[in-house]
């Protein structure tokens, strides 16, 4: 697959069956998915390393070093991939599975979750790749009602179209990796 591929490509979806991100998808948390299709095998830690590798990230890895002291770097990237580590920059290994990773951050409000799945016929390999992600509500004090509150919630913009770039960011290095 070379150049054809563009945001566009990149679907909101339904969670699939058996996603480990499904559990907190229940009222008041903020789920998401995304998925796309890349025309070649692609195995779960390839593609956890090129997700975490991606350029796009690398400068969410940068922030995430200066502004809350969580450096990382593409060795732990790829032993994350590899299932040596379950700890990587702000975020840890919640559950691991032969074709998902769900991760939470060290607040424990968001989760990230990454899964493969091969689409063979005949000849033709393709893999969709779905991300995913979840925003967990907190207890309002002053309420007593859970929200995702004010700067989850203002965000969620954002947030959709940066999950894309980062599907975007991942599927270039795996098409980098294959050329």
């Not at 590798?53 to 590899?82: C, G, H, M, Y």
């Not at 000849?123 to 907190?138: I, K, Q």
């Not at 929200?147 to 960011?169: D, E, V």
Request: proline content about 2%; aromatic content about 10%; hydrophobic content about 35%.
């Amino acid at each position: 697959m070379t150049g054809t591929f563009s945001l566009s490509t990149i679907t909101a979806s339904s969670l699939p069956t058996g996603a480990l991100l499904s559990s907190y998808h229940k009222n008041g948390t903020h789920t998401d998915c995304y998925t796309t299709e890349i025309s070649s095998t692609v195995t779960q830690s390839q593609y956890i390393l090129a997700f975490y590798t991606s350029t796009i990230f690398n400068i969410e890895r940068s922030i995430l070093k200066w502004t809350v002291a969580k450096p990382s770097t593409d060795l732990q990237a790829q032993q994350l991939a590899d299932g040596v580590i379950d700890t990587f920059a702000a975020w840890s290994v919640e559950e691991r599975s032969e074709n998902q990773l769900l991760l939470a951050d060290f607040s424990g409000r968001t989760k990230s979750w990454l899964m493969t799945v091969p689409l063979t016929a005949g000849e033709d390999h393709r893999t969709r790749l779905y991300f995913g992600s979840a925003v967990v509500p907190v207890l309002n004090a002053r309420t007593g009602k859970s929200s995702l509150g004010f700067g989850y919630s203002a965000l969620l913009g954002f947030h959709k179209t940066y999950s894309k770039l980062l599907l975007n960011g991942a599927v270039k290095n795996l098409e980098k990796a294959t050329v």
